[in-house]
């Protein structure tokens, strides 16, 4: 899925998404406490039962989680090496999109805290913590949902944001796998996969 997705070029309209089909609004609630969790479906629980994959926190978590949870979805080993090419090649490609594609927009958003010039500069760095703009715009990019979690006191996961909820209704056939991502709450992404 990865190779056959970076090529895809996305007319991405970030802020008039009636005139795009590929793009969404997802709520930005990171940076404040979530209020209320976004609770699973009781059939969802009973459907689905979440393994957390930890990733090495070395400023590719979140694209680490991401290319464990493609790797996963897709039925494919990924050793340490691809791992980290992975990792980076998601990063490149939200970079282009965040910094280079629609950076214009991205500037009058003010969705990026502080200089957005520094920023690009700083996302290009493997040890540069990736967050939110990369997870919406990763979503974007492989036309699929991710899923953000958090863990409760009791161990229980439980979802908080879901970018791309437009997706699942259109992949061929259905069957769209999410990606799904646990969020430490300060600085941390690992993957959440099925059993």
């Known amino acids: ?15 008039l998404p009636q005139h795009s089909p ?15 969790f976004w609770f699973a479906s009781a059939s969802e629980r009973n459907r689905r ?7 090495k926190g070395d400023g590719r978590c979140l694209f680490r989680a991401i290319a464990k949870c493609l790797a996963h979805n897709e ?18 490609e939200a970079h282009k ?24 500069q700083e996302l290009l760095k493997p040890s540069f ?11 974007e990019v492989f036309q699929v949902p991710i899923q953000v979690y958090l863990q409760t006191e009791n161990g229980e996961y439980k979802k908080i944001v879901e970018y791309g909820k437009s997706f699942w209704n259109k992949k061929e056939g259905g069957g769209v796998l999410p ?17």
Not at 1 to 15: A, R, S, Y
Not at 22 to 36: D, R
Not at 130 to 139: A, F, K, T, Y
């Open 1 to 15: 899925m990865w190779n056959k997705v970076v090529g895809k070029q996305c007319n991405l309209t970030l802020f």
């Open 22 to 36: 590929c793009w969404t609004l997802p709520p930005f609630p990171f940076g404040h406490s979530p209020s209320k």
């Open 49 to 55: 039962r979440l393994r957390k994959v930890s990733v």
């Open 75 to 92: 039925g494919r080993a990924l050793p340490e090496r691809l791992e980290v090419a992975d990792a980076d090649a998601l990063r490149k």
């Open 97 to 120: 999109i965040i910094c280079i594609e629609q950076r214009e927009k991205f500037e009058k958003s003010m969705i990026i805290e502080g200089n957005l010039r520094r920023y690009c």
């Open 129 to 139: 913590y990736g967050g939110e703009p990369e997870i919406w715009v990763l979503s």
């Open 179 to 195: 990606i799904r991502l646990l969020y430490n709450g300060v600085n941390h992404y690992d993957a959440l996969l099925d059993y």
